[in-house]
C-alpha cells in the first residue's frame, strides 16, 4: 500500500519528477563524459593509452647467449647497458627517434636509467590510468622509459602512445637508434661495433590500456541521483507543511487573551432607592426638636 501511495504522488507530481528524471540523466553521462559547449561535443573521460615493451641485449662478439661469460665480462656489458639506455633519453636520440617514427620530437617523453623518478619496478606497479593521467600532465602523447637491470646486460624500452602501433614503432624506433649510435661510435679510431654487438630480444609487443566507458559508474549516478530527487519531492512539501502547521500554533499560544467585557450600568438602577433616603433625610431636617 505505501508504495501505491508513493506512486499516486509522484504521478501527481510528474511535472517535477520529469525535471529529477533529466537531472539524472545528465549526472550519469557527465560521470562517464566530458560535456564542452566550445566547441559543442561529448568526449569520454577515460583515458586511453597503449603501451609496448622490448628488451635489448648488450652481447659481445662472442656471444654471451651461446658460450656464456666471465663475471666480469657481463659486468662491463651491464655497465654499458645503463650508459646506453641513458643515451636513449638524450635530446639527440628523441630526435631521432621521432624522425623514424614520423612524430614530432616534444610530442616525445624520455627518462632513462640515470633519470630522477625512474625505475621499472615502480612504473610496472602504476595502474593505468594513472599512467595515462601522468603522461597527458607531462604535456607529450608518447612516452619512452629505459631502465637497466642490475649485474645484467640487458636494457628494458617501455613505451607509451595513443595506439598500440606507435608504441610498438617507437619501441622499436629505439633499438634502431642505438644500433645506428653503436654502429658509428669509435674509440681510438676503433669501431665500438668490433667489441658490442646490440641484439633485440623479439619484436616489440603491444596491447591498448583502458579505454572503456564505465557504464556502471554512470548507472550509479543516474540512480542516486534520481533516488534523491524523488525522496526531496515525497518529503520537501509534507515538512513545508507541517512548519506552517507548528508556526501557527505558535502564534496562537503566545497571543493575548480576550479583554472582558464590562457590563453597561443602567442610568436608572439605584434611583429608587436614593430617592427615599432623600425624603427621608428631608423629613428629620423638618421634625421640631422636644
Sequence with gaps: MAFVEIARELWQRKLLVGLVFALALLAGTY?????????????????????ASSQILIDSPQSTLVTGAEAGTLDALATRAKIYGQYLS????????????????????TSGPFSPQTGQQGYASQPSNERAEELLQEGAQNRLVFTAQEGVPILTVSAQAPTSERA?????????????????????????????????????????????????????????????????????????????????????????????????????????PRLAQDEREAQHATTPLR
Design 90 to 109: 638524450s635530446l639527440a636520440a628523441r630526435a631521432e627517434i621521432a624522425e623514424k617514427v614520423g612524430v614530432p620530437a616534444q610530442t616525445i617523453s
Design 168 to 272: 610498438v614503432a617507437l619501441a622499436s624506433a629505439s633499438f634502431a637508434t642505438l644500433k645506428d649510435y653503436v654502429r658509428q661510435l669509435r674509440t681510438d679510431g676503433t669501431p665500438v661495433r668490433n667489441g658490442v654487438i646490440v641484439r633485440q630480444l623479439g619484436a616489440p609487443e603491444g596491447g591498448t590500456l583502458g579505454g572503456s566507458n564505465n557504464i556502471i559508474l554512470s548507472i550509479l549516478a543516474f540512480l542516486l541521483v534520481f533516488g534523491l530527487g524523488c525522496a526531496a519531492i515525497l518529503v520537501v512539501p509534507s515538512f513545508v507543511a507541517r512548519w506552517r502547521a507548528l508556526n501557527r500554533l505558535d502564534q496562537r499560544q503566545t497571543a493575548p487573551g480576550p479583554t472582558p467585557v464590562k457590563p453597561v450600568q443602567d442610568p436608572d438602577e439605584g434611583f429608587e
Design 31 to 51: 560521470a562517464s563524459y566530458q560535456i564542452s559547449l566550445n566547441p559543442p561535443g561529448v568526449h569520454s573521460r577515460q583515458l586511453s593509452v597503449s603501451a
